[in-house]
């Protein structure tokens, strides 16, 4: 089972940006992995999701597009999400997920993802 650990979360300015990192411990070429976001008191949304060996293919929230970009480094078997232009609706804990074995098309249901990471926080402010 792959575990996965967040990193990268902090506070920032409306406007400024942030690298968020998620390291697997296992394998993970061979996957769909994703990052979601969680405020308390509301639903889970799926961010942005990559296929791990073919990583041009990507899927994202509309409430992220052309701000947010996932990339995956496999010979580091680390998850990125890049998020420029930040507003404070973004503010959340955000986590990384993974679903083992080949990826049919990247997901952003939560249902399609088997292990979690603890996540890490993001704080927007305007």
């Known amino acids: 089972q792959v575990q996965l650990e967040e990193s990268g979360g902090g506070s920032v300015q409306a406007g400024g940006s942030l690298r968020l990192s998620c390291v697997g411990h296992?394998?993970?070429?061979?996957?769909?992995m994703a990052w979601f976001r969680q405020v308390p008191g509301r639903e889970r949304e799926g961010v942005a999701a990559i296929d791990s060996e073919e990583v041009t293919r990507t899927r994202y929230a509309d409430s992220v597009k052309g701000r947010f970009t996932i990339a995956k480094d496999n010979a580091l078997n680390t998850l990125y999400l890049e998020m420029n232009s930040l507003k404070p609706e973004d503010s959340a804990q955000y986590y990384c997920?993974?679903?083992?074995?080949?990826?049919?098309?990247?997901?952003?249901?939560?249902?399609?993802?088997?292990?979690w990471g603890k996540g890490t926080q993001v704080t927007v402010s305007s």
């Open positions: 997920a993974i679903n083992p074995g080949i990826c049919w098309s990247p997901s952003l249901l939560g249902s399609a993802y088997a292990n």
């Open positions: 296992g394998s993970t070429y061979r996957s769909c």
